[in-house]
């Protein structure tokens, strides 16, 4: 499983997010379900999303390695199948891009392109299948068991229902876009479901009220990470963590101009 641990861990959040958090503009309804089918609707519409992202990694109790926090913008244009990403993670500053079929990395000021196998486990096929699973939300959303109310809570200037969402795997497993990424992957879709089985998921969303619009999202899971190497003996990474994660959406609907880099040179690994 350590080969494939990352982009599983993405997999993850790819389907969380995807089937949460684009919610577009829609009518009234009073079933949080149809409600949250209406906002993915909406947003096929707007056609584009702004996330602010907080994601904190926990050693599980037993496990070596250091805790990690990581915060950032992302701004994804679902019909362009475009990306643009800044982050901080462990002091560093990193940049992503995904445009044209490409993805790209900036790191300590310089553009790579992310060709061949990236790390163990992740290649240009895994890269392009993770955002066309990230992309293709309205299949995502359709995967929902179960959205029940939580009770009232204020995000930024919105008034929202929290909402708590409880996602149906095996559909989500069974979709086309998460089983190429199994083929990706050399997973079936059965190993998939049973990865994502395995995390203890928790959900919520916060549904602004009087319109379906997703303004956060709240993620807790138990996650495999990859080895990143150590510092003075320690693990950068734990091999399995506690894993939350905060997504706010302040606008949809945006602009987002996604451009190669110019002249990135090959990425050669961490």
């Known amino acids: 499983m350590s080969k494939r641990a990352l982009p599983l861990v993405i997999l993850f959040a790819a389907i969380c997010t995807s089937a949460l958090i684009f919610g577009g503009c829609g009518g009234k309804t009073q079933d949080p379900k149809e409600t949250?089918?209406?906002?993915?609707?909406?947003?096929?519409?707007?056609?584009?999303?702004?996330?602010?992202?907080?994601?904190?990694?926990?050693?599980?109790e037993g496990e070596s390695g250091l805790g990690v926090n990581v915060q950032g913008d992302a701004w994804l244009d679902m019909n362009g199948k475009a990306l643009?990403?800044?982050?901080?993670?462990?002091?560093?500053?990193?940049?992503?891009?995904?445009?044209?079929?490409?993805?790209?990395l900036q790191m300590g000021g310089k553009w790579y392109v992310l060709t061949g196998e990236v790390i163990a486990g992740i290649?240009?096929?895994?890269?392009g299948a993770l955002v066309n699973v990230l992309v293709t939300y309205p299949e995502l959303f359709s995967s929902t068991a179960e959205v029940s109310e939580l009770g009232d809570k204020?995000?930024?200037?919105?008034?929202?229902?929290?909402?708590?969402?409880?996602?149906?795997?095996?559909?989500?497993?069974?979709?086309?876009?998460?089983?190429k990424l199994a083929g990706e992957l050399d997973m079936t879709a059965d190993e998939i479901e049973g990865y994502l089985?395995?995390?203890?998921?928790?959900?919520?969303?916060?549904?602004?009220k009087k319109e379906p619009v997703i303004r956060e999202v709240y993620l807790a899971a138990n996650v495999e990470l990859p080895q990143m190497g150590e510092v003075a003996g320690i693990p950068l990474l734990p091999t399995k963590a506690h894993m939350e994660a905060q997504i706010d959406f302040p606008e949809y609907g945006m602009m987002v101009e996604v451009q190669p880099p110019p002249n990135p040179a090959p990425f050669k690994g961490l």
């Open 36 to 60: 949250l089918a209406q906002a993915a609707r909406g947003a096929r519409e707007a056609g584009s999303v702004h996330a602010q992202i907080n994601v904190i990694l926990a050693p599980l």
């Open 123 to 127: 290649g240009e096929g895994v890269i």
């Open 84 to 104: 643009e990403a800044r982050f901080t993670v462990m002091g560093m500053e990193l940049s992503l891009r995904y445009v044209d079929g490409k993805a790209y």
């Open 197 to 208: 089985q395995g995390t203890d998921l928790k959900m919520e969303a916060c549904l602004q």
């Open 154 to 179: 204020k995000v930024g200037d919105y008034q929202c229902t929290n909402l708590k969402v409880v996602p149906d795997l095996q559909a989500i497993a069974a979709l086309g876009p998460v089983q």
